[in-house]
């Protein structure tokens, strides 16, 4: 099945920073999402983004479908911002596969 | 906020007692589907459901089944629990199958004693 690997595995950040999460995948996909999970446990929907660049607010994505790749970029981050992110694909199968995730912490 | 509501939302049970989880959605969405999360593994899939009383097996499906009568409920049924579904499943939802995105319900916490 497809693999997806996202990097760094955890990261930390003081209030303010900016970030770049990664995830390669290793097929075509049809579906990408990206994926805020929230210290509450809820995933929250951040991207749906199989092609192309998208921006919410202080968030924006850019995937790279020929590559095999997208990015999530967090600008000025806040305290709220922290909790894991998740990357998940869909080949074609009707399953999302989700990468282990990048924990993200903020301090003030 | 898609309309998803996962019932109960903790539940502590006994090995070899029978459990079963309810997902409920008001979005009128084709597509159902149950994950879990462990430490180390993300979210797998357990089955999904593609319309009322059509089912199929996801990742992990050893150990559950599903049952979906109606377009807004979707069941998942542990036979007899083991220590080894001690999770947090997820439900989700989408409009169409390939390549549509997918909405998460809250979660629910399992403890299988």
């Known amino acids: 099945g497809i693999q997806v690997e996202q990097s760094p595995p955890d990261l930390i950040l003081q209030e303010g920073a900016n970030s770049t999460l990664r995830c390669n995948f290793s097929d075509s996909v049809n579906n990408l999402q990206w994926f805020h999970q929230n210290p509450w446990g809820q995933l929250i929907n951040l991207f749906y983004?199989?092609?192309g660049t998208k921006q919410n607010g202080r968030l924006s994505a850019t995937t790279v479908a020929t590559e095999r790749y997208s990015l999530l970029y967090i600008s000025s981050s806040q305290t709220t911002d922290s909790g894991v992110y998740f990357c998940?694909?869909?080949?074609?199968?009707?399953?999302?596969?989700f990468g282990k995730g990048t924990k993200l912490s903020v301090i003030p | 906020d898609a309309g998803i509501t996962q019932s109960p939302r903790h539940k502590v049970t006994e090995t070899g007692t029978p459990v079963t989880l309810r997902c409920h959605q008001t979005?009128?969405?084709?597509?159902m589907y149950w994950y879990r999360q462990d430490p180390g593994h993300g979210l797998r899939l357990i089955h999904y459901s593609y319309g009322v009383k059509d089912t199929d097996k996801g990742e992990v499906s050893d150990g559950y089944s599903v049952s979906r009568s109606k377009t807004e409920d979707f069941l998942l049924t542990l036979e007899s629990a083991t220590s080894s579904q001690t999770s947090v499943y997820f439900c989700a939802i989408s409009g169409r199958g390939g390549g549509a995105e997918a909405f998460f319900g809250q979660g629910t916490r399992l403890t299988v004693v």
């Open positions: 983004i199989p092609s």
């Open positions: 979005e009128n969405h084709r597509y």
């Open positions: 998940a694909v869909e080949a074609g199968s009707y399953q999302l596969t």
